[in-house]
Nanobody, 130 residues
Framework: QVQLVESGGGLVQAGGSLRLSCVASGRTFSRYHMGWFRQAPGKEREFVAG????????YYADSVKGRFTISRDNAKYTVYLQMNSLKPEDTAVYYC???????????????????????WGQGTQVTVSS
């Protein structure tokens, strides 16, 4: 079982930037796809970004394309989410999550659902003021 701990959330004005980090422990990080999700008050949790185990291919929700960048450092067991040009509608609790299965293909990353992610962090709050 992997443990995930997010950090980097906070309060920022619209147009600002934040960088979220998620540190993993408990199993070999480099074998698993990773994802970032978010949940705003009163809304369902939604996919934000994902990255393959090799770090070679990122995936983004349409709402964040061009503004957010996901990356990972397998040597540091860490996945990042750089968020630029933040908008009030980006306000949410952000969660990182780890794939249930190792060594999935890059193509599989593109069709994964939340159910495919078996381990979740506790979340970090991001609040964007207008």
């Amino acid at each position: 079982q992997v443990q995930l701990v997010e950090s980097g959330g906070g309060l920022v004005q619209a147009g600002g930037s934040l960088r979220l980090s998620c540190v993993a422990s408990g199993r070999t990080f480099s074998r698993y796809h990773m994802g970032w999700f978010r949940q705003a008050p009163g809304k369902e949790r939604e996919f934000v970004a994902g990255i393959t185990w090799s770090g070679g291919i990122p995936y983004y929700a349409d709402s964040v394309k061009g503004r957010f960048t996901i990356s990972r450092d397998n040597a540091k067991y860490t996945v990042y989410l750089q968020m630029n040009s933040l908008k009030p509608e980006d306000t949410a609790v952000y969660y990182c999550a780890s794939d249930r299965a190792p060594w999935r293909t890059a193509q599989a990353m593109g069709v994964m659902t939340q159910a495919d992610f078996g381990s979740w962090g506790q979340g970090t709050q991001v609040t964007v003021s207008s």
